[in-house]
């Protein structure tokens, strides 16, 4: 399975952004999507997930700006985020990770390449 984020870029805070991330390879092996951030200093952080049974969860600190959503046609799968109201906190290497969530856990997981998202203030 490979992830490729892309969407990532330089905006004013207030601005919009939509990351993507499109998935190929075994896609019958991906039941559960996620987007997580990483920024300088700070340890990775999950952002937006669409579980197994399709419940979304989003940090407390994107609720209300953020929208996850995930697209499954046949033979692909994308996942999507519309990021508005943007924040300077808001800039980090944004990740996409997608796997096969069991419940409690993930029995294992993929990760993207990062995508830069930078918010002027």
């Known amino acids: 399975v490979q992830l490729v984020e892309s969407g990532g870029g330089l905006v004013q805070a207030g601005g919009s952004l939509t990351l993507s991330c499109a998935v190929s390879?075994?896609?019958?092996?991906?039941?559960?999507m996620a987007w997580y951030r990483q920024a300088p200093g700070k340890q990775r952080e999950l952002v937006a997930r669409?579980?197994?049974?399709?419940?979304?969860?989003?940090a407390d600190s994107v609720k209300g700006r953020f929208t996850i959503s995930r697209d499954n046609a046949k033979n692909t799968m994308s996942l999507r985020m519309q990021m508005n109201s943007l924040k300077p906190e808001d800039t980090a290497v944004y990740y996409c990770n997608a796997g096969w969530d069991i419940g409690a856990t993930m029995l294992y997981d993929y990760w993207g390449q990062g995508t830069q998202v930078t918010v002027s203030s």
């Open positions: 669409i579980s197994a049974s399709g419940r979304i969860n989003y």
């Open positions: 390879g075994t896609i019958g092996s991906i039941n559960a």
